[in-house]
């Protein structure tokens, strides 16, 4: 069930780029993103699972350090009950997703200085030992 609905997540959709998607996709300002309908005005899949994650991301980092999130409070933002039934699991399978990828980012990120401080000894030590041998010192 879960890989199908991480399959579901993942699969661009269709109509992207034509008619009403790309007129509910959201808009960049000046000082940020602007979605041009309400949430009840939307209809297609695609903007409204985007707008779903963005609003789930909202609400976990409101939430503290052990937010819990439901479907239920994306009804009391505003969500139509049939778009939360059709796109709800599939915007938090998308939220899973990246914050697993974040998380992954973030640890990945967390030993970097270390490695370049690393490479740069290396580096500076190959280079005065061939500075050495070809000055004859070595």
């Given at each position: 069930m879960e890989a199908a609905l991480l399959q579901l997540a993942r699969q661009p959709e269709r109509s992207a780029l034509t008619g009403r998607a790309y007129l509910e996709?959201?808009?960049a300002q000046h000082d940020g993103y602007l979605w041009p309908?309400?949430?009840p005005q939307m209809l297609m899949p695609g903007p409204?699972?985007?707008r779903m994650v963005?609003?789930?991301g909202r609400l976990v980092r409101d939430g503290g350090e052990e937010a819990i999130v439901?479907?239920?409070d994306l009804v009391a933002?505003?969500?139509?009950l049939a778009s939360v039934e059709a796109c709800g699991a599939a915007a938090?399978?998308?939220?899973n997703v990246q914050e697993?990828?974040?998380e992954r980012e973030e640890l990945d990120g967390a030993g970097r200085p270390f490695v370049e401080a690393a490479a740069l000894l290396l580096f500076c030590s190959a280079a005065l030992l061939w500075a050495g041998v070809g000055a004859g010192a070595i």
């Open positions: 996709s959201r808009i309908f309400d949430r409204i699972r985007e963005e609003d789930i439901s479907l239920a933002l505003g969500w139509p938090f399978a998308v939220f697993a990828r974040r």
